[in-house]
């Protein structure tokens, strides 16, 4: 799944919704693929404020990709630069997570990622 | 709203060769009793196991999008949004909305289906509707088709609903649809008389049946599971909506289901 989608993903425990440290998750011996999308601007600067940039920062860095700004680009910031639209469309768009964990940080449940695929079923002492 | 019973074109909601069945009220009643004493074990047996098992033969049979959702996703999400599908099968209203100018996540309990819906591209995740992984307030829109009739209680059914609603932002939309019981036009017949909880048929033939035909077991026998449902009458979904905390925006019936769009209530 797209980096973007883990954007919009948090703990399923009902008791963690509550505990800001639920979110992100947190991806663990994270395997990634690239795959070449094309560029869609006027996409990628509608979706800015839908995005929890602390959160796509945190995320990032624990992928491995070089630290973002503290503070997200303005529409104006990403039409003005290439680059840096550029190396947003690839982060959020071309960049899957396909194995691995995503791991909470409040209850520490590890959401196993196959093939692409997360599991977010409950044991059934967590549900 | 109202429906118009005699414009219907054959229902596409359901495959072909299963026998249309006619339930007794005492049959009835115990399906709704078996439920209440464990709705977790019975929507297991009844729903979770039976999509695990005819997953394939399902999807199959899933292909056409429900004229109004193809319409909702093309004509009124906004470009830019974010959008769930809460049991979005095998992802057949994932890629509805073309142009690449719309981000969509689908969650479905049937991990085979989230299999199917993978393959064709998609980014999904296997989750429970009562327990979703998305971040309060995170979307612009959510579907959710063909999923809450499953839920054997209404107290379920209204904590799906309030699960649903709080996946979107203050102005999004929650679009849901459920099998109607008015549907005398159908060729299951059952209409405002019918017992409302019901076990459906859903007959596997033989050659549809891989997995059976690859062990050996049950070669050249159909197989017939039958899958828990709750019959909405008209005015119960958006009442529903309402006991979830939600506010009906628009409410309507296409083909044997009843449809409402949900949004957060004003003062919220």
New interface residues.
Partial sequence: MKVLSLNFLTCAVKTCKTQSDSYPLHPKDAELVQDDIELNEAFLINLLPRIDWKALSTTATELGFPALPSTPPTPEDLRADAKTLRDLHNLLLETQMVEGKLVCASCGHEYAVREGIANFLLPSHLV | MSYSAGSHVTPVTEGKGEPSSMTTNAKSNSIRDAAAQSPEAYEDEHVHSVYESIAGHFSSTRYKPWPFIASFLRERV?????G?DVGCGNGKYLGVREG??V?M?G?D?S?SL??IA?GRGF??????GL??????G???FVLCIAVIHHLSTRERRVDALRKLLACVRGDGQVLVYVWALEQSSSRRGWDVDSEQDQLVPWVMKANQNKKDKESGGNEGVDTTYERFYHLYREGELEDDMRAAGGRVLESGYERDNWWVIGGHSEKS
């Fill in positions: 906004a470009a830019g949004s974010v769930l690449g100018d981000h996540i969650s309990r991990p989230v299999g993978r980014d999904v995740a296997v989750a429970d327990a979703l992984p998305f971040r309060p995170c979307a612009d």
